[in-house]
């Protein structure tokens, strides 16, 4: 029997989580379910010996969930679940179990319970992870996060400052960028690539053409049942809308 602590704050997530698990073949068994830093730490005190995986959300209702490792020494198995911070997924990928990205998916569900299996629990090995090493490499990660940007201006160069732009979208295979004077110019990236290189609390993707950061947007409509639109602190020529997939991690990115 693997016994599994669920640590999730976005109460949808949490339910899709414990639902796929149920319908794992394996022998689970959901130990705990927890959304702030104060009960997994507070459960972990007493408990950790019982628990085989841990389930970790990388940002819960009281703060980031690596505060956890700073408060309390483990060397449990994680999985961690991610809908945004990419910049962390290379260092996940040498310190941990695996990743999962939202909204999460069965058969990657699967994939990370086999790894699981293969290195923890048929391994002769005493497999160490160093949680320690992992916080670093992130702060490492982070801190090589695009914050400028090389334009071209006729015959001129410009560096844009990432603290100057509002928003990144992609239109006839050209991706430009906004700046918060309105300015634009065209980059030489996809939105896939920024993504992967920009400060994922400060930008969020909101659909498959717009990348826009936290600052940028005054007010969010609810535009339909299933769509919102955002309304920006300086208009655009087009409707910037949040896709359907996307909205709950947008609502939670923007509470973070």
Request: charged content about 30%.
């Amino acid at each position: 029997m693997i016994k599994v602590l669920v640590i999730e704050d976005e109460e949808l997530s949490a339910k899709r989580l414990v639902r796929l698990l149920d319908s794992e073949k394996n022998n689970i068994s959901i130990a705990g379910q927890f959304d702030t830093v104060f009960k997994t730490v507070t459960y972990l005190n007493t408990n950790k010996n019982d628990i085989d995986l841990i389930f970790l959300d990388i940002h819960l209702a009281d703060g980031n969930s690596f505060e956890i490792f700073n408060q309390i020494e483990l060397n449990i198995p994680i999985i961690f679940t991610t809908a945004y911070d990419n910049y962390a997924l290379e260092a996940f990928k040498q310190a941990s179990v695996d990743y999962l990205l939202k909204p999460i998916q069965q058969i990657e569900l699967e994939k990370s319970l086999k790894k699981f299996e293969q290195i923890f629990r048929k391994s002769n090995t005493d497999f160490q992870v160093n949680y320690s090493k992992l916080i670093r490499d992130l702060e490492i990660n982070r801190n090589n996060l695009k914050r400028r940007f090389l334009v071209q201006v006729g015959s001129k160069i410009r560096s844009i400052d990432i603290n100057e732009i509002d928003l990144f979208y992609a239109e006839n295979k050209s991706c430009f960028l906004v700046t918060r004077q309105q300015k634009i110019y065209d980059v030489n990236y996809t939105l896939e690539k920024l993504k992967n290189e920009l400060d994922s609390e400060k930008f969020f993707r909101v659909n498959r053409k717009v990348i826009v950061k936290i600052e940028a947007i005054k007010e969010i409509h609810h535009f339909s049942k299933s769509r919102y639109k955002l309304e920006l602190n300086n208009p655009l020529d087009f409707d910037v809308f949040i896709s359907a997939e996307r909205i709950t991690d947008f609502k939670k990115w923007m509470n973070s």
